[in-house]
């Protein structure tokens, strides 16, 4: 086997005349002239700032073993494939777990001769390292999960695909430790993990099974485009009081650990859906869903946020809409088979709680309206509770208030921020309407109880079942409203 050893800056000169002199930070690059001939060449690249440029189709390199991860280059000439099927530090469990090895450069000028493949079998030694791709196309050929807790980020024009060694389609990747940024690029992978996502400028993150949002620390961005297209069928059911069975990981979506955690950890977990950002979710499995269990701030375009399972807020979930109409309900082929307006908003316990905990339950969701939005029904499951804030200058238009399959009819509802003529529901039979109860939350020092709100439904100019739902004045304010009438009676006798 050869073995080409780059020892300094003038050997790695005079091994190939043919070397890529490109902008500042990539001050060593060379071919390897090997490679034309044979398969299966060695690489040590023990420079600081050096790296490696292949312009031959089709050749394999047998180990590629670099000592400065946050200086060290790989790139592969456009329309070309190459294979590494080693990669190894020198300085091993030594190096710092957020350094990223580089694929193609970041020089604008220069990614137009950079765009090939780069094939990358990891083995099935843990790594040490993540990768930033800034042009050209990275595989990463995956088993045992060597890459968890590694930072990837992929740039403009350039591409990183998660895939199984065994069988060639797309590996999960349970990145606890390490951010998935798309800036511009495009992330492909099987079950994402990780703590954070973040996505910008025109980037995309897709996943083949599922995906779950893990950092209390940091927020997850969606700035770009978001693809589910599976789901996560864990172990560990159990069956609660209402009939309705919870998994550990029975999700397509989800915003939260929710394995083996407390509605109070995944509540810190944030998401922040920005105004070009979009979600495409389908699932071939019914029974899944798409579980909000942290902070989930929407600010993207109308019919933007597509899903094909149901949307729950479960445990202490806040969802705070700052556009309009943004959620969308689709079928298996991505078309949308009704607005948000016709959607459902399911509310649940946290899936860790199957039951009361010191007197009270894991629900304790929060919906916030701070644009007009509407909404074809909320549904809440057995002993719920979900508080609804409507901003001063927002309306928020619901269908209807209902219950689950199997619940047993008991949930709170808290409307707080609420005022008159904001809080419409237009497709309710007066009847129904009187039959729920609306509270708002009183605080008394560390106390925290519920105070059953009077309410009036008053029909809007759109006639029968289109009711607001208005507050009962408090008696001093009937006092003024009638001293006010009576000042304008006697007035009005004045003037007569």
């Not at 009081?241 to 109070?264: K, L, P, Q």
């Not at 807020?313 to 700052?322: S, W």
């Not at 759109?462 to 004045?473: E, H």
Request: aromatic share 8%; with cysteine; hydrophobic share 40%.
């Amino acid at each position: 086997m050869k073995k080409i050893l780059f020892t300094s800056l003038v050997s790695l000169f005079a091994l190939s005349a043919s070397a890529v002199d490109l902008a500042a930070g990539y001050n060593t690059w060379s071919k390897i002239e090997g490679l034309k001939d044979n398969n299966n060449v060695s690489v040590v690249i023990p420079n600081a700032s050096a790296g490696l440029f292949i312009d031959v189709d089709g050749k394999t390199i047998s180990s590629a073993t670099i000592s400065s991860v946050s200086q060290n280059y790989f790139q592969v000439a456009t329309g070309y494939t190459a294979t590494i099927n080693n990669l190894v530090l020198a300085g091993g469990t030594t190096n710092t777990t957020n350094n990223s090895i580089k694929i193609g450069t970041s020089t604008e000028a220069n990614k137009k001769n950079f765009l090939g493949t780069l094939i990358i079998n990891m083995g099935t030694a843990t790594t040490y390292y993540g990768f930033e791709v800034n042009s050209g196309v990275l595989k990463l050929l995956e088993s045992g999960q060597t890459l968890s807790n590694r930072a990837f980020t992929v740039n403009s024009n350039a591409e990183i695909h998660m895939l199984d060694r065994n069988n060639g389609t797309s590996y999960h990747t349970y990145n606890n430790g390490g951010t998935i940024t798309a800036n511009g690029g495009k992330f492909y992978a099987g079950r994402v993990v990780a703590p954070n996502v973040v996505i910008k400028n025109g980037g995309l993150v897709s996943a083949s099974n599922a995906i779950r949002l893990l950092s209390t620390a940091s927020a997850s961005t969606i700035d770009g485009q978001l693809i589910v297209a599976g789901y996560d069928n864990g172990s560990g059911t159990y069956t609660a009081e209402d009939g309705i069975t919870y998994r550990t990981r029975h999700f397509s979506f989800r915003v939260g650990n929710g394995t083996n955690a407390s509605a109070d950890a995944d509540a810190k977990v944030v998401l922040n859906i920005g105004e070009n950002g979009s979600i495409v979710q389908t699932c071939s499995n019914s029974s899944m869903i798409n579980d909000f269990l942290g902070q989930v701030n929407v600010n993207s375009a109308e019919n933007s946020l597509k899903f094909q399972s149901n949307i729950v807020l479960a445990g202490k979930g806040k969802l705070t809409l700052n556009s309009t109409n943004a959620f969308a309900t689709i079928n298996a082929s991505k078309e949308i088979i009704a607005n948000q307006a016709n959607t459902t908003f399911y509310i649940s316990r946290h899936y860790n709680d199957s039951g009361v905990k010191n007197g009270t339950y894991s629900s304790d969701s929060d919906l916030v309206i701070n644009a007009d939005n509407d909404l074809g029904a909320l549904a809440f499951g057995s002993n719920t509770k979900l508080t609804l804030s409507i901003a001063d200058d927002a309306v928020f238009t619901l269908g209807e208030i209902t219950t689950q399959s199997g619940s047993n009819g008991e949930f709170t509802f808290i409307l707080d921020n609420w005022h008159d003529n904001s809080f419409r529901i237009v497709d309710m039979a007066l009847a129904d309407l009187e039959k729920i109860s609306f509270y708002e939350e009183v605080v008394d020092g560390e106390t925290v109880s519920h105070s059953k709100l009077d309410v009036k439904f008053v029909e809007t100019s759109l006639g029968s079942g289109d009711y607001w739902v208005n507050a009962v004045p408090e008696p001093a304010e009937w006092a003024m409203i009638f001293g006010a009438v009576a000042l304008g009676f006697v007035a009005y006798r004045r003037r007569k």
